[in-house]
């Protein structure tokens, strides 16, 4: 198994540029989601997914749109990229929620991506 | 919101001294999740806890929670070097399904 898989690895973007994060898993997990790594500040969440056609916010979802039409993949889009949204981008996924107290909530992390917008 | 915070923000240690790291929660806590990021690396999941005051250990890893769920260490006995890394805890409120991390600890070993 590949685990969890992020490209592009790094990214350069200009103020108001779009792209798209890529993000797959092959373990067949429901539970999918994306942070931000800044310093000092630990990881955000910015979205995340219970199963496919399922989203919801997390802590700083402003900036940033996502979809989840196959239960392997959750790709996360930049509109309209802001000098604020450089940072490291992590995807992870888990057997179901993080936050269940039984068996499969432990997250695997991709290797992420290190966004710098100029 | 849920807050939770770390301390301390950095700590160096000669090798083979123990290292202790401290999660502490505003709100009470269901469960609580440690994960360890190598330098230049991905967080990768230690343990959960789930019970008030529970102790789990793993090798020289020792976990404990608190009685009252609002806090949580991460103890290391005689470090070693292949310790380095940050360590973040990620709790869980009651009734909010999202995980909230920590701002990290950052330990370094000094040979």
């Known amino acids: 198994n590949a685990g969890v898989t992020q490209t592009p690895k790094f990214q350069v973007l200009k103020t108001g540029q779009s792209m798209t994060l890529q993000c797959a898993q092959d373990m067949n997990h429901e539970y999918m989601s994306w942070y931000r790594q800044d310093p000092g500040m630990g990881l955000r969440l910015i979205h995340y997914?219970?199963?496919?056609?399922?989203?919801d916010q997390g802590e700083v979802p402003n900036g940033y749109n996502v979809s989840r039409s196959t239960t392997e993949d959750f790709p996360l889009r930049l509109l309209s990229a802001a000098p604020s949204q450089t940072s490291v981008y992590f995807c992870a996924s888990s057997y179901q929620m993080p936050t269940r107290d039984t068996h499969g909530h432990e997250q695997f992390f991709g290797p992420g991506t290190r966004l710098t917008v100029l | 919101g849920q807050q939770v915070m770390q301390i301390p923000q950095y700590q160096h240690v000669q090798e083979g001294e123990d290292f202790t790291t401290y999660c502490n929660s505003s709100?009470?806590?269901?469960?609580i999740q440690w994960y360890k990021q190598r330098p230049g690396g991905h967080p990768v999941f230690l343990i959960q806890?789930?019970?008030?005051?529970e102790v789990k250990k793993q090798k020289r890893l020792t976990f404990q929670f608190g009685e009252a769920k609002k806090n949580s260490s991460l103890h290391i006995t005689a470090t070693q070097t292949t310790d380095v890394g940050t360590y973040f805890c990620a709790g869980r409120d009651f009734g909010n399904e999202k995980l909230t991390f920590g701002t990290g600890t950052r330990l370094t070993i000094i040979p």
């Open positions: 806890l789930v019970k008030s005051g």
């Open positions: 997914s219970v199963g496919a056609g399922i989203t």
């Open positions: 709100t009470t806590l269901s469960n």
